[in-house]
Each structure stands twice: as C-alpha cells, then as structure tokens.
C-alpha cells in the first residue's frame, strides 16, 4: 500500500533530522514510526485482552 500524506515544516524538519540521524531516507524514517505506532498499538490490545480475559476466569472462581 503507498500512503502519500503532508507535515508541516517543522514535523518536516524533525523527519528530515532524524532520518539522516538513522542514516536512512525521510520516507524509511516515517514508514518505521508508523508501523512501530501500529505495532505498539496491536501488542497493547492484545495484552489487555489477555489481562480481561485472566480476571473473568478469576471473577468466575471467585463467585
């Protein structure tokens, strides 16, 4: 999937510095944070089912 999107300046400014930090392009620098954003996102979902799940079976051997 191509995802075309616009920062402003200054988001632009801090890309293009972290990029050449990494030694990589603007674009491998913004594709690494988003999919590291999705990822952390999917790994907390996952945990807090986990976390639900456990206590439901807790509440049940409780009741």
Sequence with gaps: M????????EHTAVLNAEAER??????VAAKTVLLE???RKAKFAA????VISK????YKRLS
């Design 2 to 9: 191509e995802v075309a999107i616009r920062i402003d300046e």
């Design 22 to 27: 990494l030694g990589v392009s603007p674009e």
């Design 37 to 39: 954003a999705l990822n």
């Design 47 to 50: 945990v807090a089912e986990r």
């Design 55 to 58: 206590n439901a079976e807790l």
